[in-house]
């Protein structure tokens, strides 16, 4: 079964660092594009930073200097290195992911479980 697994997050301090990882796991061909969305409790779904197979990252204005999204193709895996973070950075965290599959003739929409951060002021 193929999916994303998310790792990381928890409560840190305002002004410090957390890191979010998502690998894929089961049977695919390839990964396209990454990316990583947030929701913060009655807030809607806000993409916060994606990355191409070439690695060309993109982020939203909200954490663009603060957060780094990189990824191992190697590995089928992704990090979100996210610093300088600030309480309204608290929401949960999900990956995404465009996957080939042996099974599919196109590629398919997958997402991780979420991982909650929570920043205190």
């Known amino acids: 079964q193929v999916q994303l697994v998310e790792s990381g997050g928890g409560l840190v301090q305002a002004g410090g660092s957390l890191v979010l990882s998502c690998a894929v796991v089961?049977?695919?061909?390839?990964?396209?594009?990454m990316a990583w969305y947030r929701q913060a409790d009655g807030r809607e779904l806000e993409m916060v930073a994606s990355?191409?197979?070439?690695?060309?990252?993109t982020y939203s204005d909200s954490v663009k200097g603060r957060f780094i999204i990189s990824r191992d193709n190697s590995r089928n895996s992704m990090l979100l290195q996210m610093n300088d973070l600030k309480p309204w950075d608290t929401a949960v965290y999900s990956c995404?992911?465009?996957?080939?599959?042996?099974?599919?003739?196109?590629?398919?929409?997958?997402w991780g479980q979420g991982r909650r951060v929570t920043v205190s002021s």
């Open positions: 995404y992911a465009e996957l080939s599959l042996p099974t599919a003739r196109r590629p398919q929409d997958y």
């Open positions: 990355i191409t197979g070439q690695s060309s990252a």
């Open positions: 089961g049977s695919i061909v390839s990964v396209g594009d």
